[in-house]
């Protein structure tokens, strides 16, 4: 057996399907999709099919999508995009979000604190749900932005996304409403109609497509000022040559994801109940971080803490093990900080230093999850022994 991935919250594998169809756009469509004679006509047509693609799988209309470099664009795009356009329209300075968003959406918050807007960070229950009573009681009139993700990076949680895009709109009706998708599109229904939002970014290389392409999804009128200035690319709304081959890339993903979004997500959510049931029966002191009932996480997310082991170690054991993995931890200036979505969960920092996530991919087999069933219990009863623990 080769090497065992199973870190596809992390990326993907590109799909070769998705190759075939950039290659022909780097070969036969590579000209600049604003330039006016045939070839950068020939590019605008292929970005124009790419952008209809991605349009309709969303139930949104093409002039509605935004071609970006990636989810952390995306998200940043879209929050400063709607706060400065509330902002500029007298729609109040308030920005609500929640404490287990990722990085890309709480540093951008964290900046616009820092530009002199107001941020409330909605607390979550011990699964990660967002607690909506809270979120009911941040939002007033004043609040301007609302942004959510869909499903967690971590621990997979399932956010009540429309539930959260009512409240704030009954609270104050004229806000924007974001969702950040990265890691549910594909896995769940992200139509933004469905989910009420105004807003919603989702990033090409965890669908199985290429790097450095995500979209942001921009009802129309809705607010927002562009971050990325200079040409009139998007609208206006994305200033830069764009990534042709890339959005071909990743309207092909979308497609493809979307198309075989049942049987993907019948594969690794029985793969991954094996895990969740499997690990803590084997593994003594396994905490399951997120929610316990399968139905409420991402069908390829298993995630847990191990009591008394160091979670570092586990991975690097595993590394050597030929299995790829990942822990909840970031390595921020040098010192290990605990992940700030267990720490949100209430989990204490000793145990949120002991989390491996093992997230699947269609391509994953049960001879894998075997090997890691049969692992998993050797690594960390070592560990442990070594600790002395
Ligand atoms: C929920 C979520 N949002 C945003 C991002 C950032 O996406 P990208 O790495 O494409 O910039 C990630 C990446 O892990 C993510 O999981």
């Not at 999709?33 to 047509?45: K, M, V, W």
């Not at 104050?172 to 919603?200: C, F, N, R, Y």
């Not at 990534?243 to 049942?262: C, I, S, Y």
């Amino acid at each position: 057996m080769g090497r065992i991935y199973l870190d596809h919250a992390a990326t993907t594998p590109p799909d070769p399907r998705v190759l075939d169809a950039m290659w022909e756009v780097y070969s036969a469509h590579w000209g600049n999709p604003s330039s006016i004679y045939l070839e950068g006509q020939d590019a605008h047509r292929v970005l124009d099919e790419a952008r209809r693609t991605c349009a309709a799988l969303l139930g949104a209309a093409p002039k509605e999508i935004v071609f970006t470099s990636g989810g952390t664009e995306s998200d940043n795009a879209a929050i400063r995009g709607a706060a400065y356009g509330q902002r500029a329209r007298g729609r109040g300075d308030h920005i609500v979000t929640t404490q287990i968003e990722h990085h890309a959406v709480l540093h951008t918050v964290e900046q616009l604190e820092r530009e002199g807007f107001r941020a409330t960070y909605v607390p979550v229950d011990g699964e990660g749900v967002v607690d909506l009573g809270a979120l009911e009681a941040a939002v007033t009139p004043e609040t301007a932005v609302v942004s959510i993700m869909a499903a967690n990076n971590e621990v997979g949680t399932l956010q009540p996304v429309a539930a959260a895009a009512r409240i704030a709109r009954e609270r104050s009706p004229k806000v924007v409403v974001h969702t950040d998708a990265v890691q549910a599109a594909g896995a769940v229904d992200i139509t933004p109609a469905q989910l009420g939002v105004d807003l919603l970014s989702l990033a090409g290389h965890k669908l199985h497509g290429p790097r450095g392409i995500g979209l942001l999804y921009i009802k129309n009128r809705t607010p927002f000022q562009a971050s990325m200035l200079g040409g009139s690319q998007e609208k206006e709304r994305r200033a830069g040559t764009e990534n042709v081959a890339g959005a071909v890339g990743l309207a092909r993903a979308m497609e493809l994801a979307w198309g075989e979004r049942e049987a993907r997500g019948e594969h690794v959510r029985r793969l991954r109940d094996r895990l969740l049931f499997g690990v803590p029966e084997r593994v003594p002191d396994t905490v399951i971080t997120g929610p316990l009932d399968p139905a409420g996480r991402l069908p390829n997310n298993f995630s847990c803490c191990f009591r008394n082991v160091e979670g570092e170690s586990v991975l690097l054991a595993l590394d050597l093990a030929d299995v790829a993995a990942s822990s909840g931890s970031a390595c921020t200036t040098g010192a290990l900080e605990p992940s700030h979505v267990l720490t949100a969960m209430g989990i204490d920092a000793d145990l949120a230093h002991a989390s491996l996530r093992l997230t699947l991919g269609h391509q994953n087999t049960d001879e894998e999850i075997d090997r890691v069933l049969e692992l998993l219990p050797a690594i960390v009863g070592r560990l442990r022994a070594l600790a002395g623990g």
